[in-house]
Every structure is written in C-alpha cells, then in structure tokens.
C-alpha cells in the first residue's frame, strides 16, 4: 500500500518566511512538543546556507544550539535538514569539503534525514548527490521540482518522478520552487 507522509515546515519555511528568520532558540523550543505529538512524518527543520549565517552575524547565537536542543526535543518526530553539499545551496563558493564538515556535524547531533535535489530535475547530478550523502550518514529525499510552463507537461514529470525514483530515494518530495506572476514566463 503506498502512503502520503506529511512534513511540518513550521520551523524552517514557517519562521523564515513570518519571522525573516529572526527566530532564535528559545522561541522555537516550547513549539518543539507539540509539533512532535502532531503526528508528522517528519519536521523539515533548518536549511543551512542563509540560516546559519544568520545566527552567528544577527542573533549573536550559536548557531548548534539550534540543531542540538531541537533534536533532543523530538522524541516521536525524525528532523530533516534541508541542504546539499554543493556550495550553491550555501550562499556562494564553499568548498564541498566544507559542506561535508557541515554535513557530518549535523548527523552527530542527531538529523539524520535531508531533502536533496535540484532545480533542473538533472537525477544523474542528484544520484551523486544521494551517495555522498549517504556516505556521510544522511538518508536523502530526493526533490522533483515542480513549475509551470508549457514545457512542464504530465509527461514531463511522470519521466522524471521515474528517474528520480530509479536512484531508489528513501522518499520522492514534489517540491515547488516558486513561480512567476505569467506562467509563461518560466518557459
């Protein structure tokens, strides 16, 4: 029997878009019991490359403390991390080693579960992407973006949920990345 999972945003896209991210630990703490009783499949919890900057240059925090007393609060609830090795996802030219680092810190503190992909739907890029993220301790969902424009057809994306699940994912997330006010315009 195939089954739909639901994933909380609220701490990640939630306080990012209400908050400009300028949500600091102690206010995501006390929402921390009540999302893990909710009964999600998992809560998308922190996208590393803005996010972490921003703890350290605004909030004056540490930005594992975030990570740390937040994985230690779900109890029911796996956290995902919503990030890649590669530096585009981290806010300009980072060294994948360093996004390996990254990475391996965030498995020891506890999220073991990350949302990989990429905008161009490019599955050999992302069955890459997949291993060395396993190889670090991550269990990946793969992203199949999502748009609107002629070229995004049914067929189009029955084809590439096809690759994408061809790399054997843990799970498959359609994923929107946004649109312009004329449809035509992403074509």
Known sequence: M??????DTTIRDGQA???AMNMRT?????????LDEAGFDQMEFLAAGSRLKKFVRH????????????AEAAKKTQLRWHGYI???????????????????KVVDLGITYTRTGN?????????VEKQRLESLGMTPVINVMYSVSP?????YFLDKARE????????????????????????
Do not use: Y
């Open 164 to 187: 994408a699940a061809a790399l054997a994912p843990w799970r498959l997330c359609f994923k929107d990345c946004g649109r312009a006010a004329d449809p035509g315009a992403h074509a």
């Open 86 to 104: 590669s530096s585009a996802s981290m806010s300009g030219h980072v060294p994948s080693e360093v996004g390996e680092l990254l990475i391996r």
């Open 119 to 127: 905008n161009w739907n490019d599955f050999a890029a992302a069955g």
């Open 26 to 34: 102690h206010r995501m703490l006390p929402a921390m019991p009540l």
């Open 2 to 7: 195939r089954q739909v999972g639901f994933i």
């Open 151 to 155: 070229r995004h057809t049914d067929a």
């Open 59 to 70: 909030l004056a925090e540490d930005p594992w403390d975030w990570i740390k007393l937040g």
């Open 17 to 19: 878009s209400l908050w």
